[in-house]
């Protein structure tokens, strides 16, 4: 079992920057894989960005590729989004979760794990 707390969320201007922080506890962070989400008013969970256990390998959504960025600190149980050139169409709750199968998946219902969602909002 795994706890996943998101924090850094909150209201930014176009164009401004946040990082995200997903502070894990429980069982061996660096066991798991770890994802971003988002989700919009009315629309679907959607994948961000991925990060394998080691950091070695990350991918992204093609909509924030060169925005945003991924990364942990394993030995501080951490992974962190770094979200820069912000857009109103990245207004949504974000969600950090953990994979133990190691694959770097941007289908939700692989990951076992999930925080409970930060918000960020950016306005234009």
């Known amino acids: 079992q795994v706890q996943l707390v998101e924090s850094g969320g909150g209201l930014v201007q176009a164009g401004g920057s946040l990082r995200l922080s997903c502070a894990a506890s429980?069982?061996?962070?660096?066991?798991?894989?770890m994802g971003w989400f988002r989700q919009a008013p009315g629309k679907e969970r959607e994948f961000v960005a991925g990060?394998?256990?080691?950091?070695?390998?990350?991918t992204y959504a093609d909509s924030v590729k060169g925005r945003f960025t991924v990364s942990r600190d394993n030995a501080k149980n951490t992974v962190y989004l770094q979200m820069n050139s912000l857009k109103p169409e990245d207004t949504a709750v974000y969600y950090c979760?953990?994979?133990?199968?190691?694959?770097?998946?941007?289908?939700?219902?692989?990951?076992?794990?999930w925080g409970q969602g930060i918000q960020v909002t950016v306005s234009s």
């Open positions: 990060i394998s256990r080691s950091g070695g390998f990350t």
């Open positions: 429980g069982r061996t962070f660096s066991m798991y894989a």
């Open positions: 979760a953990a994979n133990t199968a190691n694959v770097v998946d941007r289908r939700s219902y692989e990951y076992e794990y």
